[in-house]
């Protein structure tokens, strides 16, 4: 599988950003689904992580109730909704599939997302 994530840019403190992650293959419908963020000096942190089917997801403490993990199976594609966006969202946000755990088999190159005070 490849993912390839985008989206990312430039924004305000308080305004929104909506990330992709679109995967090659005809077995999307099998990976979980996740993201992922790194700010500058600082590990990797998980952000959030959506089901087969989209029925159930779950977040990181620092981005939940702002972020809204999200899949089109159709499209093959996972979606971060950003909302509320704070200067210490400011990272390289990452996509990751995987069919088992912990669910990172496969890893897309990031987007960078700078969230301006």
């Known amino acids: 599988v490849q993912l390839q994530a985008s989206g990312g840019g430039l924004v305000q403190a308080g305004g929104s950003l909506r990330l992709s992650c679109v995967a090659s293959g005809r077995a999307f419908s099998t990976y979980i689904m996740s993201w992922f963020r790194q700010a500058p000096g600082k590990e990797r942190e998980f952000v959030a992580q959506?089901?087969?089917?989209?029925?159930?997801?779950y977040y990181g403490d620092s981005v939940e109730g702002r972020f809204t993990i999200a899949r089109d199976n159709a499209m093959n594609t996972a979606y971060l909704q950003k909302d509320s966006l704070k200067p210490e969202d400011t990272a390289l946000y990452y996509c990751a599939a995987g069919n088992r755990p912990p669910y990172t088999n496969f890893w897309g190159q990031g987007t960078l997302v700078t969230v301006s005070s």
């Open positions: 959506i089901n087969f089917n989209g029925d159930y997801s």
